[in-house]
């Protein structure tokens, strides 16, 4: 049974292709997915990892978020809009990258000036996560479960426990490793543009094989 992300995605790409007058075949030809694949996804038989998410979304010229939400980019809101998005436990856009699974918050807002973001860091180790992630914009970081050993490109790493927080300049190569051997969650705010944001996390690679938790003192 396919899961709600799923079926709006499917839902979603169904209505970009008839409002847009695409075949299956001109969105595989724009994103470079297989016309099997993008089939499947429309009846909600195949989800698509993050890197195929950001591909797809890369293709159709679209933030991720938008691949869930109303097409039509709304225009910025001026001072004085009244906007505001609900969310229940375990709502958002469920995505995963090689070193992070992301379920990103308030998706059906759009634009907005801050990307709200629950995750679980799986990396233990910096030659597991790969090269330090750099966006525009700034990030707030709280842990929620677990422990997170923060590096930063000009700081000595920090390890933050359940309930502790961090502010930092996202320009700043930064990465959030697992530091404890139960699930580490943590809850992260940034600001700056969607699409930053995605391709940031988006370009690193799938992890290499995990390894054992380190024994901390």
């Known amino acids: 049974m396919a899961t709600e992300s799923e079926a709006d995605l499917g839902r979603r790409l169904r209505e970009l292709r008839t409002r847009n007058h695409w075949r299956i075949a001109d969105v595989s030809r724009m994103t470079g997915l297989a016309t099997s694949t993008i089939s499947k996804v429309e009846n909600g038989h195949m989800?698509?990892?993050?890197?195929?998410?950001?591909?797809?979304?890369?293709?159709?010229?679209?933030?991720?978020?938008?691949?869930?939400?109303?097409?039509?980019?709304?225009?910025?809101?001026?001072?004085?809009?009244?906007?505001?998005?609900?969310?229940?436990?375990?709502?958002?856009v469920m995505t995963q990258s090689g070193t992070y699974e992301w379920r990103f918050l308030n998706a059906d807002l759009v634009p907005k000036q801050m990307v709200p973001i629950v995750g679980i860091a799986t990396a233990r180790t910096l030659e597991e996560f790969g090269p330090l992630i750099k966006h525009e914009g700034e990030e707030f970081l709280m842990v929620l479960e677990?422990?997170?050993?923060?590096h930063t490109q000009f700081y000595a790493p920090v390890v933050l426990k359940a309930g502790d927080h961090m502010y930092i300049d996202?320009?700043?190569?930064?990465?959030?490793?697992a530091a404890s051997e139960e699930t580490c969650r943590v809850v992260v705010v940034c600001t700056g543009a969607v699409h930053e944001i995605e391709k940031a996390a988006a370009s690193h690679?799938?992890?290499?094989?995990?390894?054992k938790p380190r024994k901390r003192k």
Not at 170 to 177: D, P, Q, V
């Open 146 to 150: 677990g422990a997170i050993e923060v």
């Open 47 to 92: 989800s698509l990892t993050y890197d195929k998410l950001q591909q797809l979304a890369r293709g159709l010229s679209l933030d991720l978020s938008e691949l869930f939400t109303d097409a039509k980019r709304p225009e910025a809101p001026t001072l004085g809009a009244s906007r505001r998005s609900v969310g229940r436990a375990g709502d958002g």
């Open 205 to 211: 690679p799938q992890p290499v094989a995990r390894t």
């Open 170 to 177: 996202s320009r700043m190569g930064h990465a959030y490793l």
